[in-house]
């Protein structure tokens, strides 16, 4: 699967400057031009801000513990798709090669982070079981990747954590709360600096970090960060930090402070 089961706007990255009015012109953009038009008479309700984004888990004045315990125990393991007969070197994972191929657009001075998305730990397959078998054979091929890549790191939020571990820190096994959003978010920047923590797992050793990383601390550098997500190895994410709808790694971005 490219993305996710809702519809994604893949026009909007094609080489045509012109093909975005003729996927405009539809009665759904119709509808929306009628939604502005009433938020701005003030007689609905603005969902979105000025920018086009939102928050779309609750408040945390509205969490509620137990439903959550309910979401984490009954939505069972993800694994990721990919994988196939033979030993775990032949397996294939499509969006890995899609991701190879959209990270050699960028400029060999653009800092890419990839980054594997903190699951509860009640989505994780069993340790020594084929789905876990798929996750690790997934992260050495992320890791591989970032060492062919100019300026790339590989970090692992998908394991055992104080995050992972911590079910007051979910809404359900994907999605975190804000205040873990903002952690992340953090935690990138550490990880950016070459900083080790008990959130995440750095996946290339040190000398090849210091090897790959060209502008490693300056503002040049941090200003030409990209991060990418990387959740099932299968499907497109929602851009930003805050959510983790499962994600293909070359579709998300987030900024990293």
């Known amino acids: ?40 008479l003030g007689l609905k309700r603005q969902v979105y801000g000025s920018d086009g984004f939102t928050t779309f888990v609750p408040p945390d004045s509205e969490y509620d513990p137990a439903r ?52 509860n730990r009640w989505l994780m397959p069993p340790a020594d079981s084929p789905g876990m078998a798929l996750w690790h054979e997934c992260k050495q091929r992320v890791a591989a990747l970032a ?22 820190n979910y809404w359900d096994g994907m999605h975190y709360r804000i205040g873990i959003a903002d952690r992340i978010a953090l935690d990138l920047a550490a990880a950016d600096r070459g900083e080790e923590s008990a959130d995440y797992a750095l996946l290339q050793p040190a000398a090849e970090r210091s090897a790959s990383f060209m502008n490693s601390g300056t503002a040049a550098a941090r200003s030409a960060t990209r991060a990418f997500s990387v959740g099932v190895c299968a499907s497109a994410m929602s851009p930003g930090p805050s959510t983790t709808q499962g994600a293909i790694a070359c579709s998300s971005e987030a900024s990293v402070p």
């Open 1 to 40: 699967v490219k993305f996710t089961p809702r519809a994604f706007p893949e026009w909007l990255y094609s080489a045509s400057r012109w093909r975005g009015y003729r996927e405009m012109f539809n009665l759904y953009a119709l509808q929306e031009a009628g939604q502005e038009f009433g938020i701005l």
């Open 147 to 168: 060492r062919r890549v100019p300026n790339a790191l590989a970090v692992d939020f998908m394991r055992p954590s104080p995050i992972t571990g911590e079910d007051d």
């Open 68 to 119: 959550v315990a309910v979401h984490l125990r009954d939505g069972g393991t993800l694994a990721p798709s990919g994988g196939g007969d033979g030993a775990p070197a032949a397996w294939r994972f499509p969006s890995l090669d899609r991701l190879d191929e959209d990270l050699s657009a960028f400029a060999a001075e653009t800092r890419k982070l990839l980054f594997f998305v903190p699951y």
